[in-house]
Structures are given as C-alpha cells and as structure tokens.
C-alpha cells in the first residue's frame, strides 16, 4: 500500500468548494454530537527566528465516513521579505484511523484557505439572510479570493466591494474576479453595508465599527487568530447574535477574546457554537434578527474534513505522487 503525495496544484485542483463545504459542515456538527477528538493546539515559540510553529490534530467520525490527520503549520511575518517564502506553511499528514496508515501527505496551506472560506460559507447560509446578493471584504489578502469563492456557493452573490489600504492588492483583486461580479474597491463601511462581510485582517485595533454596518449584516470574522487581535469594534459585538467555532479557542484567541478577557462580553452573550446551528439545537437567521457575527477561528476537524475530499478525489483521478514510505510487508 502506497501513501500519496500531493502538492498545491493538486490541493486546489481537488478541493472543490462544494465538497468542501459540505465535508466541513458535516465535521462540525460532528464536533456538536461529541463524535470528534480534537487536542488543544500546541505552539513552538521561536522568537530568534521571529516565529513559532503549531500543531493541530484531530479525528471525526460522521457516521457516514471517519478520518484523521495532522497539520503542522507555522507562522513567519519576516519570511516574504526575508527568505521570499510565505508567511504561513502548512504540511498536512492525513491517516487511515483503523491502521494509522498515512494515507496521503499534501499540502496545507492551500487546504488552510480552503477549509477557512467554507466555514464562512456554512455560517453564511445559516446566518445570512436568504437572498443575500452582495459580499464586503475587509482586507484584500489571499484569504478573502477564498471568501469569495466559497461564499458565492451559498448564497447568489452579485456585487462585492473590497476594502484594503493597499491600492495595489485591491486592484489584483478586482481584476481577478471582474469578469464574473460586479466588483470594485471601497470604504470599510461600504463593505460593510453589504448583505455579509468577511473581515480577514491581522489588527489589534478594531477597524469596523457599528455604524459601518448594515442593520441586517452578516459578518464572518475571520482574521482574528492570536491573542489580542480584534477587527470588529465592541459595539458590533454588543448588538449582534455571536455564534462561534469553538469556546475554548474563540475566548483565547478569537474575534471575541478582547472584550470577553475584559468582562465586556460573557458566555450569556454568545449564541451558540456553529456546531449547534447545523444539527438544529440552536436556530440561525429568523425574520426579524440584525446583525449576526461568526467568529472563526479555525478547527483541526476542518483540516481533516477538507484533506478527506482532497485524498477521494485525487485517488479517484489518479492524481499525485504515489510512493511507498512504509514497507507495508514488513
């Protein structure tokens, strides 16, 4: 039995948006029946090299399929300019649960961006309303062409308004999806005034405020993932119904853990885990709700989820490096 190599442009080619979504929404209402194992993420400090490095395994059982993997992924802000690599790396080792065979070693980081926009597309169809047309992004990054991407999967998506200070990245931006959206650059509050709202940016301030949303936003907070980083301003937080991944991460290093480590936000605020939306245990968008806030911060399961439908379609087209790194006779 060989174990299968698969690099970026099998990752993209194989993680299709709409499996993806589908595998994804499925691992967290795994994760709400208790049928998952997850560790707390552990980190490496490397403060000489000005990074650290992460672990995140995890296993699901979904009653149809189980899985399980590990991504080891790190994070370097001098890399780009230091090294020309990218700031985040991942390597995603995905496993036969009954044997512990790793069946496939791929690529994690095109798996991070994908398994991160579909979670923003589950949460967007239970929280966005139903004819939700248009799409804000704050932040031009690499994150947001994933947004896009898996968010108009759900939801008819016409218009987009982007939002970056960096003129040059909106222009990429622009001209990447311009044949198929009406889309241009504008104001925090013009994206935010849009049916949903992705904000994926790294600050520490918060940058979007109440009055630059629309009464009947859906925001995905998707930049927040450490520690003191916060995009969304307290009283956006205060006047929306919050649902998040996971309590444990979200508190510690989500959109929400400023004011919550503040006591501005408790547990009484936040609606409920993503999880409990999608197996119905908690209700998403009713008629008269405003606005509605996802905070993502990102699950192991998700990974698993998303390397699950990259293995089977790659393994179905034959596709990658098949090579034998375990003698399986022995």
Known sequence: MNSLLLDSDDVDEYARLDAVIDAVEEAFAAFERGTTQMPAKSYIDLPQYNGDFRSMPAYLDTGEWDAAGLKWVNVHPDNPADHDLP??????????????FPLAIMDGTSLTMKRTGAAAAVATDYLAVANASSLGLVGAGVQSYTQLEAISEVRPIET???????????ERFVAAFEDRFDIRGGSISEA?????????????????????????????????????????ADEVLAAARIVID?????????????????????????????????????????????????????????????????????????????????????
């Open 246 to 330: 996971d309590h444990e991460q979200c508190t510690h290093s989500g959109e929400i853990n400023v004011p919550y480590s503040a006591g501005t936000l408790t547990d009484a605020d936040i609606h409920g885990e993503i999880g409990e939306l999608v197996v119905g245990t908690k209700e998403g968008r009713t008629d008269d709700l405003g606005i509605t806030v996802f905070d993502s911060t990102g699950l192991a399961i998700q990974d698993v989820a998303a390397a699950h439908v990259v293995y089977e379609a790659a393994r179905e087209n034959e596709a990658g490096y098949d090579f034998e790194m375990i003698d399986s006779g022995r």
């Open 192 to 232: 935010g005034h849009c049916d949903v709202l992705s904000t994926v940016t790294p600050v520490e301030d918060p940058i979007v405020g109440l009055e630059d949303v629309g009464d009947h936003t859906h925001v995905n907070a998707i930049g927040a993932d450490a520690e003191d980083k916060h995009e969304l």
């Open 87 to 100: 700031t985040v790396l991942g390597t995603m080792i995905y496993s036969d649960p009954e044997t512990a």
């Open 160 to 170: 987009v308004v982007v939002s970056d200070p960096d003129e040059e990245r909106v």
